[in-house]
């Protein structure tokens, strides 16, 4: 029954991942159209702004106005731009170059370098590294993007502070890197799309980061899982091979 249900699993995360590398192709082909010409507007909006400015020193009205409605609009463009660098991170994930990777020295290494953006945050970091974790075979980089974006997707729900918890384990043929946070949680019904493409419950998310995390371990031939709660937080745990 065990591999009966894993077998059907790896089907669907396989359909999946595929869905996401064609949905990818697209958003690259998309990005490339929109880009310059939200760049020539950005550029054009700068102009403008200055003869707003020229023309207030001739005009007995202020330029507070005009100068509020190109800055709403430039806000807007720019907003689009950051979804579009999104997509295109998405579409370009290259394919991955693995080798023997020790996962606690590199999570290490990562996370010291975000020790500030913890503290701003008013989030209290904690580790807890299984020392004896052997290493995997594995695109290093990639894994700390999935990673990343874990991270990051606890300290958007702690807005308030919190306390974070980044561990490995050993289970079984799998090692386990775990994020886990106390922040605002997930509904039943928000949980059962989390790595769905476009899904989010941000005001300004993309919804790709959790299906870039997805597709990453999925490639690496492990899979991701997550248990949340309303006010209770969220704990995501990458299970991926250990070396043979």
Not at 87 to 102: D, M, N
Not at 152 to 177: F, I, K, Q, Y
Not at 218 to 236: I, M, Q, R, W, Y
Request: charged residues 25%; glycine residues 6%; hydrophobic residues 40%.
């Amino acid at each position: 029954r065990t591999e009966i249900a894993e077998r059907k699993r790896m089907e669907i995360a396989k359909i999946q991942s595929e869905r996401l590398a064609a949905m990818g192709t697209m958003a690259a082909e998309v990005t490339h159209e929109v880009r310059n010409p939200l760049g020539s507007i950005v550029l054009n909006l700068d102009l403008l702004l200055n003869e707003v400015e020229k023309m207030a020193d001739t005009s007995q009205h202020p330029p507070d106005e005009g100068r509020l409605l190109v800055n709403e609009i430039r806000t807007e463009v720019c907003r689009i731009q950051r979804v579009l660098a999104d997509y295109l991170q998405f579409s370009r994930k290259s394919k991955a170059q693995r080798t023997p990777v020790g996962l606690n020295n590199r999570l290490e290494r990562k996370l010291e370098f975000m020790r500030c953006e913890f503290d701003q945050a008013g989030v209290k970091l904690r580790i807890a590294f299984d020392q004896s974790l052997a290493p995997i075979v594995a695109d290093g980089e990639q894994l700390w993007q999935a990673t990343l974006n874990l991270l990051r997707n606890s300290l958007e729900a702690m807005h308030c502070g919190g306390e974070l918890v980044v561990s490995t384990r050993r289970d079984g043929t799998h090692a386990v890197v775990q994020v886990s946070d106390n922040g605002h949680g997930m509904a039943a019904e928000q949980l059962k799309q989390v790595f769905t493409p476009f899904f989010t419950t941000k005001k300004t998310g993309t919804g790709l980061g959790l299906s870039l995390v997805q597709q990453i371990v999925t490639e690496h031939g492990g899979h991701v899982e997550c248990v949340s709660a309303p006010d209770k937080g969220s704990t995501f745990t990458i299970l991926l091979p250990l070396t043979p």
